[in-house]
């Protein structure tokens, strides 16, 4: 069983992954912990809101008991948390707006069957093809559309940047549309027999059965219940499109044996015996195997902890960030943020535009007004304190030693910690060769004129601690004796650069302890209760969270233009 949703060129997946998913026939050898250990509560943002729909268009039920019914314990899964319950019941009323008008539900899915005579190179005798979506026909049956919940803004609904494929080539879409096309009504297996066969839908009404004269793809906006049209053709379209663009990448899909460690890790049940992953035990000083296995970075930690000594930890914060609830007011970028961002897309791309050359006050770009990197526009009133950042830079570019050839930015490092059976992911700013010293850059942008001098640089900046960590391991090549870590401060009068030495004991036990503080309570945790209070104030979360203050006053926390009755 494919799905036309894993090819898209853009979605950052394991490779290999992908196909094992398609390939449910592979046994892999038994590994040293479970192959799978799943999270008993939900980890799919729309996965309570496709349940509810389901009973709205399929069984009749009234929108309200049916998300009851989708948010209840049942015997796999808990109660579903109050933040992602108020999303839920907010997205449902969203995607009935949104869906197509005339048309009506189908109670199944339209999957294209391949039978072979005899089993063929990859051992399989039998192919099926299905798109993710919701399915619509027309009352006649000659239109057929595939609705796509998306939990995103109807702007941001279909949209094309410069590193995707223009719509009309994408292969995802193709696959989709081919299956949408040709494909005949089926039931899927349940969630734990996806290697069985898909079973013909007996029960569904002629017009799901019948060849369409029309096809559409959609995306329906969770959010703001936009409906957005990405796909509209005839049958012998559809059919050259896929030849042309479907086909061919999803026979090389089904086929690809290449590892892309990264958040695929948490539920691939092939982890255990990954190649591409390094297992160490300790990173984050935890040892207990019983968690579902999780994906763990800095950033998660500070989610889950906030700023060390402001008392701002609080669990749903990071739970409901895990989750991706949208963030219609896009509280998580203010202008300093977007800044920060632009500062290092900037950076990045002097490097990689010109490898080798040191950087020069005179390549920031002009501050008198706004300015752009990447996919950051930095305003105005940001733009000036912007670029003297990105001129402080030149003090301190690794292409000033001449023994640096290359600088490679935000590369992603995996790592599976066995004693905690977490994976620990680091995103450094940039890693470097220095003569025979492996570097480990972390990058930051300060606007404070006189910063206080940190007492615990580990704890104000624990992506320093992790690199401490990492930077001794062989991540980057075999020779690690001489790795450095370096925090690079870009401020509005300058640039300080702080040289860290991972091997220093005395660094490498205050690294340890801090790492463990950001952990230790996120992977013993299995509630994720909310702890409110002044921090809420700036949580993008608390639109969906919206949780009682401890003296029993409600929080009030900001209304969402488009979710104004989102409550939990």
């Known amino acids: 069983m494919f799905a036309g949703s894993s090819l898209r060129q853009d979605n950052g997946r394991c490779p290999y992954k992908a196909a094992l998913k398609a390939r449910t026939g592979i046994r892999l050898p038994a590994g040293p912990l479970p192959g799978y250990k799943a999270d008993p509560r939900e980890t799919f943002n729309l996965g309570p809101t496709g349940t509810a729909l389901d009973l709205i268009e399929y069984a009749g039920v009234h929108p309200d008991e049916a998300v009851r019914r989708a948010l209840a314990a049942t015997h796999e899964r808990p109660e579903a948390d109050p933040g992602l319950a108020a999303w839920t019941r907010f997205a449902v009323q969203r995607y009935l707006e949104g869906r197509p008008p005339g048309l009506l539900p189908v109670d199944c899915t339209w999957i294209v069957v391949t039978a072979l005579g005899q089993t063929d190179a990859r051992g399989a005798k039998r192919y099926e093809q299905c798109a993710w979506g919701r399915p619509y026909v027309s009352a006649d049956g000659r239109v057929r559309e595939l609705c796509i919940p998306v939990a995103r803004p109807t702007v941001e609904v279909g949209r094309t940047t410069p590193d995707m494929t223009d719509p009309a080539e994408r292969a995802d879409l193709a696959a989709a549309a081919h299956v949408v096309s040709l494909g005949t009504p089926h039931r899927l297996p349940g969630r734990f027999r996806w290697s069985d066969d898909a079973r013909p839908a007996t029960n569904v009404g002629e017009a799901a059965w019948r060849p369409p004269d029309e096809v559409r793809i959609a995306e329906v906006s969770c959010l703001d219940g936009g409906h957005v049209e990405l796909l509209r053709d005839v049958p012998e379209e559809i059919a050259r499109r896929y030849a042309t663009y479907g086909a061919p990448e999803l026979t090389a899909a089904v086929s690809r044996n290449s590892f892309r460690p990264g958040s695929d890790c948490e539920d691939c049940k092939y982890t255990p015996s990954c190649p591409a992953l390094e297992r160490v035990g ?67 791309q002097r490097h990689e535009a010109h490898p080798g050359r040191a950087c020069r006050p005179e390549d920031a770009p002009d501050g008198r007004s706004a300015w752009s990197a990447g996919r950051w526009t930095v305003p105005e009133e940001q733009a000036e304190l912007g670029a003297r950042m990105i001129a402080a830079h030149a003090r301190h570019c690794p292409y000033l030693l001449s023994s640096v050839h290359e600088v490679v930015h935000e590369r992603t490092i995996v790592l599976h910690d066995t004693s905690a059976d977490v994976l ?63 925090l690079e401060v870009l401020g509005p009068d300058g640039a300080r650069l702080t040289l860290i030495d991972p091997f220093d004991p005395e660094n490498r036990a205050a690294a340890r302890r801090a790492v463990h503080e950001l952990a230790a309570d996120w992977h013993r945790d299995t509630t994720a209760a909310a702890r409110p209070g002044p921090h809420c104030g700036g949580c993008e979360m ?9 003296d029993g006053a409600a929080f009030d926390s900001p209304t969402c233009p488009t979710a104004g009755a989102a409550k939990g």
């Open 282 to 348: 300790g990173i984050l000083g935890i040892d207990d195997r019983t968690r579902p296995r999780r994906v763990w970075s800095v950033t998660n930690g500070r989610s889950y902890m906030g700023r060390p000594g402001y008392g701002e930890d609080c669990p749903a914060r990071e739970r409901l960030r895990r989750l991706r609830l949208p963030d219609p007011e896009s509280r998580s970028l203010p202008p300093h943020v977007v800044r920060g961002h632009a500062v290092h897309a900037w950076i990045q």
């Open 424 to 486: 620990v992911v680091a995103k450094p700013d940039a890693i470097y060769q220095d003569g025979p010293s492996w570097v480990y850059r972390e990058t930051k942008t300060d606007a404070r004129r006189n910063p206080a001098k940190s007492t615990n640089i580990f704890r104000e900046r624990p992506q320093l601690a992790l690199a401490v960590l990492l930077s001794t391991r062989p991540l980057f090549g075999d020779d690690v004796k001489a790795a450095r870590v370096e």
């Open 542 to 550: 608390a639109v969906w969270c919206r949780p009682a203050m401890t």
